[in-house]
């Protein structure tokens, strides 16, 4: 077994999520790594970020100036993490703090974390509040009951990736499948057509989908926009892209193992299953 209880050296680099809501889901270990950071790289295009941040940091440095209309995203992604890297051997600690959760479909943070101990860096993550958990309030969505698949859109197409008709789904980055490069121009239906394909391969066309924009500013209100998966490419054509795809489930899965239900409820079972002095 690993002993993951050695004592940490000092850390050079931080690595952060801020929220999805403006500043408000900022968390206060994050604000402390911030703090402790001479500088702070971000990536969140939120209302007022960057001025909140330099109240707690000498220096924040604003990374969207890297995103560039048609360039590859992957090349951007690499620029960034060079940027955290270098600063952190020029004089650490730095942070990179980015919207959403730092771990969640962040490709930065993963050249970090593989770049700097190869550099004798350290790195500490730290989780952030995620459009995943923002959707699950705004589509009132316990994963629990049912469970939760959760997909890439190009990644989904690009492997035909198997679904599940039982278990509600999420898809991410539905305004960037099919391409690498960084655009904001808006998708045409023949842009989304695949993947509608691909959907109806699993659900029927009048199955019920929702577009769902998590608020990112505290006076704003979510935005959903819910139609028939078979319009799927001419509607989200005129309508919301930016988001995230919530595809409800389309049936039920029935109990195979009625014998682990009535278990459950079962004092003598528990005691079978728990050791006994
Ligand atoms: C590169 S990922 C970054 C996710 C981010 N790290 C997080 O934890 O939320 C961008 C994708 O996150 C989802 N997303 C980001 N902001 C969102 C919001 N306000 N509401 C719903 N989905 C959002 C969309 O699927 C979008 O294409």
């Not at 970020?49 to 109240?55: A, H, Q, R, S």
Request: hydrophobic share 40%; charged share 25%; aromatic share 8%.
């Amino acid at each position: 077994m690993k002993n993951s209880n050695a004592p940490r050296r000092p850390v050079d680099i931080y690595i952060t999520g801020l929220g999805i809501r403006n500043v408000s889901q900022i968390t206060r270990e994050a604000e402390q790594a911030m703090r402790l950071s001479r500088k702070v790289f971000t990536v969140d295009a939120g209302f007022g970020i960057d001025e909140y941040l330099k109240t707690l940091s000498p220096e924040v440095h604003s990374m969207l100036g890297h995103y560039q209309e048609g360039g590859d995203r992957l090349r951007t992604y690499r620029a960034m993490a060079a940027e955290v890297v270098h600063a952190a051997l020029d004089a650490s600690p730095v942070c990179f703090a980015t919207y959403g959760h730092p771990k969640v479909y962040v490709y930065p943070t993963d050249l970090i974390e593989k770049a700097a101990p190869l550099l004798g860096l350290t790195v500490r993550t730290l989780p952030g509040i995620s459009a995943l958990d923002t959707i699950i309030t705004d589509l009132d969505l316990d994963p629990g009951p049912r469970g939760l698949q959760m997909y890439e859109a190009t990644d989904l197409l690009a492997r035909e990736r198997p679904l599940q008709p039982d278990v509600p789904c999420l898809l991410w980055q539905v305004s960037a499948v099919e391409t690498a490069m960084y655009s904001t121009k808006r998708g045409n239906s023949e842009r989304y057509r695949r993947l509608q394909d691909y959907l109806l391969r699993t659900y029927p066309a009048g199955h019920q989908v929702t577009m769902v924009l998590s608020s990112t500013y505290a006076l704003l209100e979510p935005l959903k926009e819910t139609f028939s998966l078979g319009e799927l490419a001419d509607l989200l054509a005129r309508g919301l892209q930016v988001g995230t795809l919530y595809i409800p489930p389309a049936e039920e899965r029935p109990v195979r193992n009625p014998d682990i239900l009535r278990d459950a409820f079962d004092a003598k079972h528990l005691q079978r299953i728990t050791a006994s002095a």
